[in-house]
């Protein structure tokens, strides 16, 4: 405080040192994380790398009846991301797609042999990722193998050989010009519908699109882009921050029965929701979905139009979410009581436990949690 003292007798305020101490010091800086702004603050999706490519893709296959299977990570930033395509389409009124999300506990991250064979089975033409597929080099090949074209949108930091996919949409590959290199899954799905939104303005396609695709409406995905963004702790500047911010407004007001079904199980007030809401209450029962069950559960309550299918979701996420936190707890004290008899003097730096009837989805909670107890305990 020293320090502060001193600059704020050179006229700083408080608010303006903390902010310099994070990196935020120029006065344009600070008002753009004191203050984001839509318009001002996001960036033009074409200055992604492939981004045209991916868009011309898409609308063709739309065009001509093509089949897309949408293919997203199973976490709290890929099934958001999921259902703002699967929005997208339902609201131009294309029907010829389908939503898979793998089981993290057979089929693992990522994409995989066995789901873009079942995929193609069911005459898939175009496949499209969403928070993975930047180094499925394999399965990628297979797609292209089994007549599938490909478009990996992902925001994971690529490896030395890239997938040989149609388009690549990734802020953090080689060559992409995009400013913002830190979006989480949904925010990258999220700047490719802002680009279709926006080709469909200049062009149709020949396609009848409703009026209701009125300028700025892709800003209502922004409820489940906003939910992802605080989810995954991406750095919340930048775009994310605009992100976050409009996202907590959108999530505020949004129309969706399972948001509002959730919020009711977990008596929330909608008016005053905060980002802590989303991050200790909400993303935990999207990924108890996974952890403990069928993570369509989750996508299906955010997708839904149905009030039974939504209130039946919601309860069911948070008392699979309440056996998630008993099961954790029991495996915390099965390994403290391990960690207690091999070491009885002190707890070593590096702990190394197992056991195969240990679920493997809750293991890293439970590594967390002795992180946790190791810089209180220091």
């Known amino acids: 405080m020293k320090n502060y003292a001193v600059r704020a007798r050179m006229g700083e305020t408080l608010t303006e040192h903390l902010l310099y101490h994070r990196g935020v010091a120029s006065p344009i800086e600070r008002e753009k994380f004191l203050n984001p702004d839509y318009e001002n603050h996001s960036h033009d999706p074409f200055l992604m790398k492939d981004m045209e490519k991916a868009v011309e893709r898409i609308l063709r296959a739309v065009q001509n009846d093509e089949r897309i299977a949408i293919f997203s990570d199973y976490d709290a930033d890929g099934i958001p991301g999921a259902v703002v395509l699967h929005d997208f389409f339902k ?225 069911y996420l948070d008392t699979i979410n309440n056996e998630r936190k008993g099961k954790v707890a029991s495996l915390v004290k099965e390994v403290r009581s391990i960690v207690a008899q091999r070491h009885e003097d002190r707890v070593p730096v590096v702990v190394v436990a197992g056991s195969p009837n240990w679920r493997p989805a809750l293991l890293g909670l439970v590594a967390i949690w002795f992180w946790r107890g190791r810089l209180t305990a220091g």
């Open 91 to 315: 609201k131009i009124g294309y029907a010829n797609f389908e939503n898979y999300i793998p089981d993290r506990h057979s089929e693992g991250f990522g994409l995989n042999a066995g789901a873009i064979g079942e995929l193609a089975k069911r005459r898939a033409k175009l496949l499209v990722t969403i928070d993975c597929g930047i180094t499925d080099i394999e399965e990628v090949a297979l797609a292209n193998e089994l007549g599938m074209e490909v478009i990996v949108t992902d925001h994971h930091v690529p490896k030395n050989e890239l997938p040989k996919a149609f388009a690549i949409l990734n802020p953090k590959q080689s060559g992409c010009e995009y400013p913002e290199k830190m979006l989480c899954g949904s925010g990258v799905i999220f700047k490719l519908v802002q680009a279709l939104v926006s080709s469909l303005k200049i062009e149709n396609w020949g396609l009848k699109i409703p009026a209701t695709i009125s300028p700025g409406w892709e800003k209502w995905l922004l409820d489940m882009v906003g939910l992802a963004t605080l989810s995954d702790m991406v750095p919340l500047v930048g775009e994310n921050r605009v992100f976050a911010h409009f996202g907590l407004k959108v999530l505020r007001k949004s129309p969706r029965k399972g948001l509002s079904e959730l919020l009711a199980v977990l008596r929330i007030n909608r008016q005053e929701l905060t980002e802590d809401d989303v991050g200790f209450s909400i993303s935990p029962r999207i990924n108890a979905a996974s952890r403990m069950g069928v993570p369509m559960d989750a996508f299906r309550l955010f997708a839904t139009a149905d009030d039974t299918e939504a209130a039946t979701l919601a309860r």
